[in-house]
């Protein structure tokens, strides 16, 4: 078992609809929570960058924690036909594993206009 | 601010050669580690330096390789090269001060790396 699964879609929804994308981890150790998004032939893109538990919004982006459950959520409203893109969720403890990050195989997300 | 530059884009080798990639992080960050990304294990981290020093190695055999220099640039080496090292290689820097701190990784557009 991978310590971070992500189901990877593919996910299409028509634009201007919610999407929520998720991972679930098992090393309670996480702290540090990431969503990148990958756009093809480019190498992954900074979203959201949260610690800890919780909610951190960015314009249409919201990233949730629940640490509780090993649980965390990205949800985009409004979506529109430039977020096409593969989302990969990553995490991270502290201390010794510095620069490393565990990331999710990905969610390949197209919105059509 | 310039991002992370890394060089060639593309590469093609045969099985037995070695090839050198190069990576150069945004300016002011001195952490760099470097990312394996294929179709079917996804990102793989290989290892991070940090004030030239090497401070973490994923799982990945000897033949891979790196350094980084006084200028926080990088550079790694795969040397014999097999089929199964056809992947995005991802170079990613971050503005880590040194202590336990965990700040994020920005990642540049990667070599992609194809052998024959």
């Known amino acids: 078992q991978k310590e971070v699964e992500q189901d990877p879609g593919p996910l299409s929804v028509p634009e201007g609809a919610i999407v929520s994308l998720n991972c679930t981890y098992s090393?309670?150790?996480?702290?540090?929570f990431m969503w990148y998004r990958q756009y093809s032939r480019k190498g992954p893109e900074l979203l959201m960058y949260?610690?800890?538990?919780g909610n951190k919004e960015d314009g249409r982006f919201t990233a949730q924690v629940d640490k509780s459950s090993k649980y965390i959520s990205l949800f985009i409203r409004d979506s529109q036909p430039s977020d096409s893109a593969t989302y990969l969720c990553?995490?991270?403890?502290?201390?010794?594993?510095?620069?490393?990050?565990?990331f999710g195989r990905g969610t390949q997300l197209t919105v059509w206009p | 601010k310039a991002g992370v530059t890394q060089t060639p884009r593309y590469l093609i080798k045969t099985r037995g050669q070695q090839v050198t990639l190069s990576c150069s992080p945004i300016?002011?960050?001195?952490?760099v580690s470097w990312y394996q990304q294929t179709p079917g294990q996804g990102l793989q981290f290989l290892f991070e330096?940090?004030?030239?020093?090497?401070?973490n190695k994923g799982n990945f055999p000897g033949r891979f390789s790196g350094r980084q220099f006084s200028n926080s640039r990088s550079e790694m080496n795969v040397s014999t090269l097999e089929l199964g090292d056809s992947a995005l290689y991802l170079c990613?820097?971050?503005?880590?001060?040194?202590?336990?701190?965990?700040?994020?990784?920005?990642f540049g557009n990667g070599t992609r790396l194809t052998v024959t």
């Open positions: 090393n309670s150790a996480f702290q540090y």
């Open positions: 949260t610690y800890s538990s």
């Open positions: 990553a995490m991270s403890d502290r201390g010794s594993t510095l620069g490393r990050l565990y």
């Open positions: 300016s002011g960050h001195r952490s």
């Open positions: 330096y940090f004030s030239e020093t090497q401070r």
């Open positions: 990613a820097s971050s503005i880590q001060t040194g202590g336990d701190d965990n700040s994020p990784l920005h």
